[in-house]
């Protein structure tokens, strides 16, 4: 048996998380695999969790509120597109990770939590790293947040049984959304593109089920 040092036992896990989890999910923009092993993922895992860093699951983060699982937080990278240029809203900071990997792809992100103490850990993990081209703020976003709007990029990182309007409506032309809609045990991941003013475009990309958004607006329940 070959005695592997930290470093390379962590670089193992992380290929294999690459190679095994996020590849065989259709994820193979190489912009966004190369990006995999650059921002570091265990650097935003709570320290009780490291060993989990490169796992298939959600990492709990304290609140109630966990990460996404690796596979899809690089399918949102691939299937909004980001652009050096682009301005992004990500709707729920939490541990900062992916948070992180949108600054690296893209111009800014402006990043809102409904928890403060997700808001300040994150920023001080995104400064430690030296990722300086964030906004971080603390707030209810469930329902839109058009402050720095208009954005090319917005990433819900939790789901909504309903879709705010004013997401769609703070999208650049040319500007995409990535939400997750609907209510467990089956949501669907959509990608809503601007086509121009009051011009959107759906696309339903895979079925999933993560946590929801805190305050997301709810369907109205007809009762007789």
């Avoid at 005695?3 to 190679?19: I, P, S």
């Avoid at 030296?130 to 469930?142: K, P």
Wanted: with cysteine; proline share 5%.
């Amino acid at each position: 048996m070959v005695h592997m040092d930290g470093d390379a036992a962590r670089e193992r896990a992380r290929f294999n998380m690459v190679e095994q989890q996020i590849r065989p999910w259709e994820v193979l923009d190489t912009r966004v695999l190369d990006l995999l092993h650059v921002v570091k993922r265990e650097d935003y895992v709570p320290a009780a969790y490291a060993q989990l860093a490169f796992g298939d699951l959600e990492i709990p983060i304290g609140h109630g509120e966990k990460m996404l699982s690796p596979k899809l937080e690089a399918r949102i990278l691939q299937d909004v597109g980001v652009n050096p240029g682009d301005r992004i809203l990500e709707v729920g900071t939490g541990s900062g990770y992916m948070t992180a990997l949108l600054a690296s792809q893209g111009a800014h992100v402006y990043s809102v939590d409904l928890i403060e103490e997700f808001t300040h850990s994150a920023g001080e993990r995104l400064s430690r790293h030296g990722i300086t081209n964030v906004t971080l703020e603390s707030g209810d976003a469930a329902r839109g947040w058009d402050k720095h709007g208009p954005y090319d990029v917005i990433v819900l990182t939790g789901s909504t049984p309903v879709l705010a309007e004013a997401f769609q409506q703070s999208l650049s032309p040319g500007g995409r959304l990535f939400a997750v809609v609907g209510e467990a045990p089956v949501m669907e991941a959509r990608i809503i593109t601007c086509a121009g003013a009051g011009s959107y475009g759906t696309v339903s990309l895979f079925e999933t089920c993560i946590p929801a958004l805190r305050n997301a607006p709810q369907r109205t329940r007809f009762t007789f």
